[in-house]
């Protein structure tokens, strides 16, 4: 029987084993830490829990304005009684109840699970070092999915270990009165969202000059608008010169000569990846920080070796690198699959909420494409209105010679969960005037979509 290798128990890599295992391989699945990866331990699922926990509180503030007076009073007395601890234990047994499915669906496909670290010998056999020694095995083809790492550029690099990033800002032990949060991109903004919302000031710090700078610029304007009405302090357009730990609190020196001084920092200014100990090498194969160049649809890296997940650097999402995962065991194991990366659709869970599929404006114009944009705001939609949540808008993209849906940009309330239709429609092909025959349920927020398409 083939046996397939899986390096790395992520959101690429445990998909990408229990796809082998179902086409009828062996499989070996090797972790050196711990199940689920980044995403599910230190990244998408404990932040989601943090930001569900605000949002929540952020709710009660909202309620308490529909009713008497002393009603206002209440819910700022219970918006004040927001406890750090039980929102980190809520989040923790989330993330240890996922991480236990993730072990039974393992189980259940039969598929070996090594807790260590492997490392190529040639193309057909690796070492894997555990805590009961080195082991030997041999393989016929094998899964890179061995994810990435928190990036820590200078001034940064010499504050690894008194400075927070995504490994272990979830084990925050407490909430700091101000913190300086380093990126503006979809980290730095879900989380500056989440610390705010919980009493922290927050001074959020990006190089471009605006927020999300890889989003629709009308998204980033909203998302920039709400974030100043809340308090928090931008700084766009800015870089960190200089950054000191001076007794208790950080002392950061941006390019336009600012000095902030701040409790503590949270770098979200990337990631990296770092594939020294495969001993890449051995087996003819280059890599850098941004990881390994394998064939963008099939995911092949040479011959039996494909890879998956953030270690391929065409787009760091989770459900992306399950896709990729996917697609590169089903190739490995000779049932051609392809992955499109322009089919992933890309959801910020701030408020309010932003998501993305296919090419934005700047995208297509770059690509010589002459487009058509069909927009309409939530200020219109019936359900926006009743429930007082009009703030965003859908928008809509299409070739303008075929009709053909290329892309798609959702702000406001549920736009991750609305950003799904948009999915189904470039995953199908669809065009505006196929797109107008669908008929969505009044009133709901997807309506929406279907009133852009109109515009």
């Known amino acids: 029987m083939k046996h397939v290798v899986v390096i790395g128990g992520g959101p690429a890599g445990y998909p990408a084993a229990l796809k082998a295992a179902g086409l009828g391989v062996q499989v070996t699945l090797i972790e050196k830490d711990k199940l689920g990866g980044v995403c599910l331990n230190r990244g998408c699922i404990p932040s989601k829990s943090f930001l569900d926990a605000a949002h929540r509180f952020q709710a009660v503030l909202s309620a308490g304005e529909l009713g008497h007076p002393s009603a206002v009073e209440l819910a700022q007395q219970l918006f ?30 039969n598929v070996h699970v090594l807790n260590g670290e492997a490392s190529f010998i040639d193309q057909h056999t690796l070492s894997v070092s555990s805590a009961a020694g080195k082991q030997m095995l041999s393989f016929d083809g094998a899964i890179l999915a061995t ?7 200078a001034p940064f690099d010499t504050l690894r270990g008194q400075i927070y990033d995504n490994s272990n800002f979830f084990e925050m032990d407490h909430l700091p009165k101000d913190i300086a949060v380093i990126g503006g991109g979809v980290i730095g903004c879900e989380m500056a969202d989440f610390l705010q919302a919980f009493g922290v000031k927050v001074h ?5 000059s605006r927020l999300l700078p890889q989003e629709e610029e009308n998204a980033s304007r909203i998302l920039t608008q709400e974030f100043i009405k809340r308090g928090i302090s931008l700084h766009v357009g800015v870089h960190v010169t200089a ?29 990296t990846v770092d594939l020294t100990a495969l001993q890449l090498e051995r087996i003819g194969i280059t ?11 099939t995911m092949q890296l040479k011959e039996n070796v494909y890879a998956a997940g953030d270690v391929t650097g065409l787009l760091q999402l989770a459900h992306a690198a399950t896709r990729q995962g996917e697609v590169a065991a089903c190739n490995l194991c000779g049932v051609p699959a392809q992955y499109h990366n322009e089919r992933i659709a890309r959801a910020i869970y701030t408020t309010p909420e932003i998501a993305g599929i296919g090419l934005t404006k700047e995208q297509a114009k770059a690509q010589g494409m002459e487009i058509k944009t069909h927009k309409s705001f939530l200020l219109a939609n019936g359900r926006a209105v009743a429930q007082n949540q009009t703030e965003g808008y ?8 075929s009709g053909k849906i290329v892309g798609a940009s959702l702000v406001g309330v549920h736009a991750s969960e609305l950003i799904q239709i948009a999915a189904v429609a470039l995953e199908a092909g669809l065009t505006v005037e196929q797109m107008k025959q669908v008929v969505f349920a009044h009133p709901t927020f997807a309506e929406s979509l279907a009133e852009a398409l109109n515009r």
Request: hydrophobic share 40%; no cysteine.
């Open 80 to 109: 004040a009684l927001r406890d750090f601890d039980k929102v980190k234990a809520r989040q923790q047994a989330a993330t240890r109840k996922l991480s236990q499915g993730i072990s039974f669906l393992l189980k259940k496909a």
């Open 204 to 208: 959020l710090i990006e190089l471009q």
């Open 287 to 297: 890599w850098d920080r941004k990881g390994v160049r394998v064939n963008p649809q």
């Open 243 to 271: 950054a000191t730990k001076i007794a208790n609190e950080f002392s950061l020196i941006l390019s336009n000569g600012e000095e902030l001084r701040v409790e503590t920092v949270l770098a979200s200014i990337g990631r």
């Open 394 to 401: 859908a928008e809509w993209i299409s070739d303008a010679s």
């Open 147 to 153: 994810g990435s790492q928190a990036f820590y550029p």
